[in-house]
């Protein structure tokens, strides 16, 4: 070896051992060679083990000593890493951030997708189960009032009225007086004249008039529970709701309500929003008084 070329440089996971001696001690470089006062390349070796640290240190000719083999017990990856340059390290560590930032941006992204799907289906299936009730409470109704749906349309008016509250008894509830110059009944009498068989079926319909107001309202009150909550979750947090608006994009087309023509999103809710009240209602809070109206006008 020429003394005035460094000797190759050992590295941790390489094992040495003396050429003569025949040892059965393996080491392993802990300080590359350098020259000793003498002009001589030595190192410093030693055994190595990951759970004590270095032992039996001592400083030798490098030309004592041979590479045999490398190391097959487990390897140490923090010291592995102290081996690599500085500026992979660096680098390392902010691929690593990112990953990690952009599987975290991901992760809540995804939260807030399955959050609005959760609450919009639900709402556009309350939507949907509110007209079916109603499509047979007139269904109903025309049965008992001897209607056939094709000249249906001023007593299926008639009908939602009664149900959104236009016709109620003084106690808010349907009366059970016979049929004479009450208002409801004067408005069917008014739009069928020739009607048949109504004053028979009339203390039919005032119960089927009360059970139908009852369902409506309970599914009109669950539906406007849902959307309050859904209200709630996405006008909340300033983070929250800045990335339900600009990434999500909520109300979704998840969001969904189908009467003459599809609408989802914000005009779905718009449409699934709209309390269904009768038109005395609505003259009540415009003027704010209501003047309980009987159905028989007593």
Same mark, same amino acid.
């Given at each position: 070896m020429n003394n005035n070329e460094q000797p190759d440089f050992y590295y941790r996971d390489e094992v040495l051992d003396n050429k003569d001696s025949g040892s059965k001690t393996l080491y392993e470089v802990k300080v590359e060679p350098y020259k000793d006062q003498n002009g001589?390349?030595?190192?410093?070796?030693?055994?190595?083990?990951?759970?004590?640290?270095?032992?039996?240190?001592?400083?030798?000719?490098?030309?004592?000593?041979?590479?045999?083999?490398?190391?097959?017990?487990?390897?140490?990856?923090?010291?592995?890493?102290?081996?690599?340059p500085k500026k992979w390290l660096v680098t390392g560590i902010v691929v690593v951030g990112l990953l990690i930032a952009a599987f975290g941006i991901y992760g809540y992204m995804n939260g807030l997708q399955k959050g609005a799907v959760g609450r919009e289906v639900p709402i556009s299936r309350s939507y949907e189960s509110m007209k079916s009730e109603l499509d047979a409470?007139?269904?109903?109704?025309?049965?008992?009032?001897?209607?056939?749906?094709? /000249?249906?349309?001023?007593?299926d008016k008639i009908m939602l009225d009664a149900v959104s509250g236009r016709y109620q008894g003084k106690e808010g509830s349907p009366t059970t007086a016979q049929p004479g110059s009450g208002t409801m009944f004067s408005a069917i009498v008014e739009q069928y004249p020739d009607l048949s068989g109504? /004053?028979?079926?009339?203390?039919?319909?005032?119960?089927?008039?009360s059970e139908g107001r009852t369902a409506f309202n309970n599914a009109q009150h669950k539906l406007q529970d849902q959307l309050r909550e859904y209200d709630v979750w996405r006008s909340s947090g300033l983070f929250h709701s800045w990335a339900l608006r600009t990434f999500i994009g909520v109300p979704t087309n998840n969001l969904v309500a189908v009467n003459e023509q599809k609408l989802t999103g914000q005009a779905a809710y718009d449409k699934i929003s709209r309390v269904i009240v009768s038109g005395l209602t609505s003259e009540a809070f415009n003027t704010g008084t209501l003047e309980a109206q009987d159905f028989m006008g007593n």
């Open positions: 001589e390349w030595v190192m410093i070796i030693g055994t190595y083990d990951y759970d004590r640290g270095w032992r039996n240190l001592k400083e030798v000719s490098c030309s004592d000593y041979h590479l045999v083999g490398q190391r097959k017990e487990k390897i140490n990856i923090m010291e592995n890493f102290k081996k690599l409470f007139l269904s109903k109704a025309r049965e008992q009032a001897g209607v056939t749906k094709a /000249n249906s349309t001023a007593f109504i /004053n028979n079926s009339y203390n039919r319909l005032l119960d089927t008039i």
